[in-house]
């Protein structure tokens, strides 16, 4: 079964930055979309980037400008670069993992929680 184990998350001051890190196993991870979601408590789960197989890559527009993601293949691993972190970015991040077929698989990790404050 798919196996995703997310990284790098922890607290940081407003305007910092930090990188998480998801690694895939048991997939062929090059046949996968790859992306992050996060969710604050009482609020729903939200997309806030995505990387398609191909380098395709969508972002909230709450994070435009100030987060990449990347993936690197040999790896098996997605990342998210996260600067000038504001308060409302405290969140616990995922890793979403899905198939890029008819009736692909959707996957997800533990997730790792962010928080921003000072």
């Known amino acids: 079964q798919v196996q995703l184990v997310e990284s790098g998350g922890g607290l940081v001051q407003p305007g910092g930055s930090l990188r998480l890190s998801c690694a895939a196993s048991?997939?062929?991870?090059?046949?996968?979309?790859m992306g992050w979601y996060r969710q604050a408590p009482g609020k729903q789960r939200e997309l806030v980037a995505a990387?398609?197989?191909?380098?395709?890559?969508n972002y909230a527009d709450s994070v435009k400008g100030r987060f990449t993601i990347s993936r690197d293949n040999a790896k098996k691993t997605v990342y998210l670069q996260m600067n000038s972190l504001k308060p409302e970015d405290t969140a616990v991040y995922y890793c979403?993992?899905?198939?890029?077929?008819?009736?692909?698989?959707?996957?997800w990790g533990q997730g790792t929680q962010v928080t921003v404050s000072s």
């Open positions: 990387i398609t197989s191909g380098g395709s890559t």
């Open positions: 048991r997939i062929i991870f090059s046949a996968y979309t």
């Open positions: 979403n993992a899905r198939q890029e077929s008819v009736w692909g698989t959707n996957s």
